[in-house]
């Protein structure tokens, strides 16, 4: 007998996971992951260009992305699904896997009975203890249809989980109207930003009790130091999509500022508050200066004028070629941090939803950058002196292509004195973008907030091990079913 209470399960992809077309009457794809070749046109693409296509007014959720095959669906019921808004390349094979295990009630497993939950009994998953046979075998009394909800990843954070909040009401009427089955809850699972949008959705929105449960992967829950020095040197690339990726945003400042600098959702990855102070270093010798001592808002991210600031604001508009926009520019960029960043950050602060379970990356292997440091190399004998630290951070510096560093040029008794910083390599444990202060963030809030080795940030879903973890905490979540109308009455 088919169960008649469905608990959707609802997939949120992380920045840049969602496919992007334009708001044209006839909407053409701008950010589009099926296949290598869906991406080779970014390569050689200007600043001016980028900023023109990857324009946050000018795009919307794409859903005509590639499907992935491997289930008992259709590839129409996997559209309606949405599973063509989401990056084909990065999540197909994981949803195909996660469908798969939620709905395996078929002779194959012996009706479940040899099927991957029931596996969960015995084998240990790190973090959780190991899954009792009533807890799988309630879980059968359900369906779990897996969704896909995507968003504009260029806009605020907040707009996308309106959207998710949209989405969600349509996917659960759906399956009331449609069967007349009992659906008014559903599971999150988040990759990356997705976590923030979904946090924001439950906890910010007030929508908690919509949500059964979430299940967050390599969230960076306070936020990510790489999203400066991304802003700083362009986006460096890890496996196939990050390096496909790294060509689209930009890998340098020019092509990453022109997209970022105007975009909010990226934007809102970079360190909150509560990421903690003096994550940007600047060392001249034995000098050290530890940025921010109180508000990274003001004291990073708006600082104007300056080789070390967040935004070289000359970079910000390459359509304006003679630079007479420069002061409007600025301001819509610092308006964004001071309206959509800052208060963003400090809504989601501390909030998650009360059945949260989180994995995270901590890899010697995949180090991220915890701290940004930047280190004057100049040998001392070609400097011309060594001027105060406060002349050294109060001007512009030049790009220095031999080393992708800064060119700092200052006065010194008269004279002309030279330093050249330099970006240090990533310094802490992690996914390669994720540092494990971020990642464990939510350990104090989280039913199970659980480290992994192994773990790559754009391929968090493809381990065995990561998998696993989340059907465990999906066929735990689904045990809060008791008290709620999903409930089956004796």
Same mark, same amino acid.
Request: proline share 5%; net charge neutral; with cysteine.
């Given at each position: 007998?088919?169960?008649?209470?469905?608990?959707?399960?609802?997939?949120?992809?992380?920045?840049?996971?969602?496919?992007?077309?334009?708001?044209?009457?006839?909407?053409?794809?701008?950010?589009?992951?099926?296949?290598?070749?869906?991406?080779?046109?970014?390569?050689?693409?200007?600043?001016?260009?980028?900023?023109?296509?990857?324009?946050?007014?000018?795009?919307?959720?794409?859903?005509?992305?590639?499907?992935?095959?491997?289930?008992?669906?259709?590839?129409?019921?996997?559209?309606?699904?949405?599973?063509?808004?989401?990056?084909?390349?990065?999540?197909?094979?994981?949803?195909?896997?996660?469908?798969?295990?939620?709905?395996?009630?078929?002779?194959?497993?012996?009706?479940?009975?040899?099927?991957?939950?029931?596996?969960?009994?015995?084998?240990?998953?790190?973090?959780?203890?190991?899954?009792?046979?009533?807890?799988?075998?309630?879980?059968?009394?359900?369906?779990?249809?897996?969704?896909?909800?995507?968003?504009?990843?260029?806009?605020?954070?907040?707009?996308?989980?309106?959207?998710?909040?949209?989405?969600?009401?349509?996917?659960?009427?759906?399956?009331?109207?449609?069967?007349?089955?009992?659906?008014?809850?559903?599971?999150?699972?988040?990759?990356?930003?997705?976590?923030?949008?979904?946090?924001?959705?439950?906890?910010?929105?007030?929508?908690?009790?919509?949500?059964?449960?979430?299940?967050?992967?390599?969230?960076?829950?306070?936020?990510?130091?790489?999203?400066?020095?991304?802003?700083?040197?362009?986006?460096?690339?890890?496996?196939?999509?990050?390096?496909?990726?790294?060509?689209?945003?930009?890998?340098?400042?020019?092509?990453?500022?022109?997209?970022?600098?105007?975009?909010?959702?990226?934007?809102?990855?970079?360190?909150?508050?509560?990421?903690?102070?003096?994550?940007?270093?600047?060392?001249?010798?034995?000098?050290?200066?530890?940025?921010?001592?109180?508000?990274?808002?003001?004291?990073?991210?708006?600082?104007?004028?300056?080789?070390?600031?967040?935004?070289?604001?000359?970079?910000?508009?390459?359509?304006?070629?003679?630079? *007479? =926009?420069?002061?409007?520019?600025?301001?819509? $960029? +610092?308006?964004?941090? /001071?309206? !959509?960043?800052?208060?963003?950050? %400090?809504?989601?602060?501390?909030?998650?939803?009360?059945?949260?379970?989180?994995?995270?990356?901590?890899?010697?292997?995949?180090?991220?950058?915890?701290?940004?440091?930047?280190?004057?190399?100049?040998?001392?004998?070609?400097?011309?002196?060594?001027?105060?630290?406060?002349?050294?951070?109060?001007?512009?510096?030049?790009?220095?292509?031999?080393?992708?560093?800064?060119?700092? *040029? =200052?006065?010194?008794?008269?004279?002309?004195? $030279? +330093?050249?910083?330099? /970006?240090? !390599?990533?310094?802490?444990?992690? %996914?390669?973008?994720?540092?494990?202060?971020?990642?464990?963030?939510?350990?104090?809030?989280?039913?199970?907030?659980?480290?992994?080795?192994?773990?790559?940030?754009?391929?968090?879903?493809?381990?065995?091990?990561?998998?696993?973890?989340?059907?465990?905490?999906?066929?735990?979540?689904?045990?809060?079913?008791?008290?709620?109308?999903?409930?089956?009455?004796?």
């Amino acid at each position: 007998m088919v169960p008649s209470r469905i608990i959707p399960v609802v997939f949120v992809p992380g920045v840049m996971g969602t496919n992007l077309e334009t708001t044209d009457s006839v909407p053409k794809p701008v950010w589009l992951l099926n296949s290598n070749s869906t991406v080779k046109s970014w390569m050689m693409r200007s600043p001016d260009e980028r900023k023109l296509l990857l324009d946050p007014g000018k795009t919307q959720v794409h859903g005509g992305g590639k499907i992935a095959a491997g289930t008992a669906q259709t590839e129409d019921e996997l559209r309606r699904r949405g599973w063509g808004e989401v990056a084909y390349m990065s999540y197909g094979e994981w949803l195909v896997w996660l469908e798969n295990a939620l709905n395996d009630a078929h002779a194959g497993t012996d009706y479940g009975r040899k099927g991957l939950r029931e596996s969960l009994c015995h084998i240990i998953t790190p973090g959780l203890e190991k899954l009792a046979r009533d807890e799988v075998a309630l879980s059968y009394k359900y369906q779990f249809p897996v969704h896909a909800v995507g968003y504009n990843w260029l806009q605020s954070n907040a707009v996308s989980a309106e959207r998710l909040a949209s989405r969600i009401d349509e996917i659960t009427a759906w399956y009331r109207k449609q069967f007349n089955y009992h659906c008014d809850r559903v599971i999150l699972v988040t990759h990356s930003m997705g976590g923030l949008v979904a946090r924001y959705y439950s906890e910010v929105m007030g929508l908690r009790d919509k949500v059964l449960g979430v299940v967050h992967g390599v969230m960076p829950a306070t936020g990510a130091a790489a999203a400066y020095r991304r802003m700083k040197a362009g986006t460096e690339g890890a496996g196939i999509v990050g390096v496909l990726s790294a060509l689209v945003l930009g890998a340098d400042a020019a092509s990453m500022t022109a997209v970022v600098g105007n975009a909010p959702g990226p934007l809102q990855l970079l360190p909150s508050r509560d990421y903690g102070m003096g994550w940007l270093r600047i060392r001249d010798g034995e000098r050290v200066v530890e940025l921010p001592a109180s508000d990274p808002y003001s004291e990073i991210y708006t600082v104007r004028g300056t080789w070390w600031g967040l935004c070289d604001d000359q970079l910000l508009n390459p359509l304006d070629t003679t630079k *007479k =926009t420069v002061e409007q520019d600025w301001k819509a $960029f +610092a308006d964004l941090i /001071l309206d !959509d960043v800052q208060p963003f950050h %400090d809504d989601i602060s501390g909030k998650y939803h009360a059945n949260t379970y989180a994995f995270y990356g901590d890899d010697e292997k995949h180090k991220a950058y915890g701290n940004v440091t930047w280190t004057q190399q100049t040998p001392p004998l070609l400097r011309g002196g060594v001027p105060p630290m406060a002349d050294l951070l109060g001007i512009r510096g030049s790009d220095d292509p031999a080393s992708g560093g800064q060119l700092v *040029k =200052t006065t010194l008794d008269g004279k002309a004195s $030279f +330093a050249r910083f330099v /970006l240090r !390599d990533a310094d802490e444990h992690g %996914d390669g973008t994720v540092p494990v202060r971020s990642g464990r963030a939510p350990a104090h809030r989280a039913q199970a907030c659980v480290a992994f080795a192994g773990i790559e940030h754009e391929g968090a879903y493809k381990l065995d091990a990561t998998r696993r973890f989340t059907l465990h905490a999906i066929t735990r979540i689904a045990q809060s079913v008791k008290g709620t109308a999903l409930e089956y009455k004796a």
